[in-house]
């Protein structure tokens, strides 16, 4: 279990995941790639749907929609392509992005206690609050 996270300040890149509006630190994008071909392959991870290949590295590409038990939307319009850390190394991962990104500076608040372990912590937009994801 990680130690609890303090409020930070930064910038965030506001995404569109099914019916969910989410953030993720601007830190960790690498690019927003175009919808290119899912290469999908015999596989014993349920949180992942295939690989892309982007500037000549595989990069899996996960099934967020599983996560957050939500629909599955037809009109992918990219990827969002991040660097995901696993301890002291970093992989790029995928997620297919359905709706429009937005930049955005605000304060990142800790998550609260009973929050899924992707739940980085929350920023508030205007009267909504988001849940920052951490990959």
Known sequence: MSE??????????????????VALPAAVISE??????????????RFITGVIVRRGRIVPVYDVNSVFARRNSSAQRFYLVAHRRLGKISELG???????CELISAEMQPPAAERPAYV????TIGEQLLEVLDL
Do not use: Y
């Not at 995928?94 to 429009?100: F, H, K, R, S």
């Not at 980085?120 to 920023?123: K, L, M, Q, S």
């Open 32 to 45: 927003l790639a175009p919808p290119v071909r899912l290469h999908a392959f015999p596989h014993s991870s």
């Open 4 to 21: 609890p996270r303090e409020a930070a300040s930064g910038a965030f890149v506001l995404l569109q995941v099914g019916d969910s509006r």
């Open 94 to 100: 995928a997620i297919p992005v359905d709706g429009e």
């Open 120 to 123: 980085a912590g929350t920023i």
